[in-house]
């Protein structure tokens, strides 16, 4: 039994990692309706950026500020350059525009800060809290404890901007129907920076606790594709459903790795996700917590 | 008509507007004044032209040729976010709420002009903020009593009857405080009880708060009902302006509705 919630906590905590990355897909899609292919791209940019940096002889707490205004600067550029021209366009073209922008950034920041594999060091060891281990007899590592604290405050304070204040609701009004909130007096361009530079800030976050977790390097951009199954299970749109998404898949994986993984020869978390988002959308083809699709006729 | 609120001057002047889509004219030299405090209805047959002219006042279109002078201010190369925080609110057609969102973050979206705390308060729901978001809500309140809709202030637009859903649009409008209001159809595909609180509810925003409210409405006997003065359009062009009662005689405005032997 120990074993199990052992298993079950370590995969909770790595499913919140999951979600800080599904959130900056989310915030992309719930303002401009853009699935943003690139969102793994910037999580590498940022964790580059950030090691970069603190190569060139900057502390932590003078690189992270630096790489934020970075990534805010990079999402509004983003923004007034790709998405901007070609507003008013099918979503299908959208999509791809963003694919070609995660090469570019993928090419520009190995440009910039070369190719080589280095290590990110955010001063949290990766390894069991003694305490609890005396207490509960359960191993629990404080990096993962630490990184799933990060990952909920930002939700929260995410989740609370979206439902209580007024760019929050411009925010959604704007993905609801543009014509709509520009008779309400929304300027549409200026929400749509703002969401960019928010998921510039987020790709930062993810990519600081991802970097330390497995080391700065090109594969780093695969994260996204871990992002996918917690989108599907949760709904493109919604905050809460990127964090309840993240959980049951961080926490399904490694229990169907550990006790159905022996049966059928191991290695099942790699698809395993995929096979459970796909189950889901079979019942809630909008996700569990996506917005409704209604119809009227 | 009430006796509280008087007709003051001109707020709104519409002169020689034209506006073509290509080859299509869709207005003709189309000129016309709405007067401060009155409710204008703008009528005619299908296609006359009435919703392209609530688009030229809104900005959604630009005319090729003539003027549009709101509150003394000629207006050039406007667009609808330009209308709406010069005081110019309006309603769709086809309703255009936001269907996700629940009536009260509708409503509240109407409020986004008035509320000026800046990106870095919000996120961190400082002072400014947290304040303006109390005294926003408490208006959108008083709006949300004034048109009886608190029962569905929580339900998701989307799910609402459509009477209710053009209700909705209306208070979102209202929430705004706007110096000019226009509605195009209001009461399309309602039934009969829906059109009489709808009548009630135009009637007593514009007792109530003053409001200048242009309509665009099929309804001819609510137009008559509830109407100080009417512009009738045909093929995009004036046939007729006037009270309800002068209307009602117009000859080119009968032959417009009835048609005409030729």
Known sequence: MQFFFEVLIGGLLSGVMYSLVALGFVLIYKASGVFNFAQGTMVFFAALTFVGLTEHGLSFWMALPATLVVMVLLGLAIERAVLRPLVNQPQISLFMATIGLSFLLEGLAQIVWGTSVRGLDIGVADEPIGWIADRFGLNISKFDLVAALIAAVLVAALAFFFSRTRIGRALRAVADDHQAALAVGIPLQQIWGIVWAVAGAVALVAGLLWGARNGVQFALTFVALKALPVLMLGGLESVPGAIVGGLIIGASEKLAEVYLGPMVGGGIEGWFPYVLALVVLLFRPEGLFGEKIIRRV | ?262
């Open chain 2, 1 to 262: 008509m009430t006796a509280a609120r008087s007709i003051g001057g001109t707020i709104l002047e519409v002169d020689a507007v034209s506006l073509a889509f290509g080859g299509v004219k869709a207005l003709t030299e189309v000129s016309f004044d709405v007067r401060e405090h009155e409710i204008r209805a703008i009528i005619g047959p299908n296609g006359a032209g009435k919703s392209s002219m609530l688009n030229v006042i809104n900005g959604v279109y630009r005319p090729q040729r003539g003027t549009i002078t709101f509150r003394g201010v000629p207006r050039h190369g406007m667009n609808p976010y330009d209308a709406a925080s010069s005081g110019i609110a309006r309603t769709f057609q086809n309703i255009a709420l936001f269907k996700g969102m629940s009536v009260l973050d509708n409503i509240m979206t109407g409020r986004n002009l008035r509320m000026k705390a800046s990106f870095l308060e919000q996120a961190i729901w400082i002072g400014r903020a947290r304040r303006e978001e109390l005294d926003n809500r408490a208006r959108v309140e008083a709006i949300i009593d004034f048109l009886e809709i608190q029962h569905i202030r929580r339900t998701p637009v989307g799910r609402l009857a459509y009477g209710l859903q053009k209700r909705v649009e209306l208070a979102r409008a209202l929430a705004a405080e706007p110096a000019l209001l226009l509605l195009d159809e209001p009461m399309a595909g309602m039934n009969v009880e829906e059109k009489q609180d709808m009548c009630r509810f135009i009637l007593d925003v514009n007792a109530e708060f003053g409001t200048t409210i242009v309509l665009i409405e099929h309804d001819m006997g609510v137009v008559m009902d509830i109407c100080d003065r009417i512009v009738v359009l045909d093929y995009g062009r004036k046939i007729g302006d006037g009270a309800a009662d002068e209307i009602r005689g117009n000859q080119a405005v009968i032959d417009a509705y009835l048609g005409v032997a030729h």
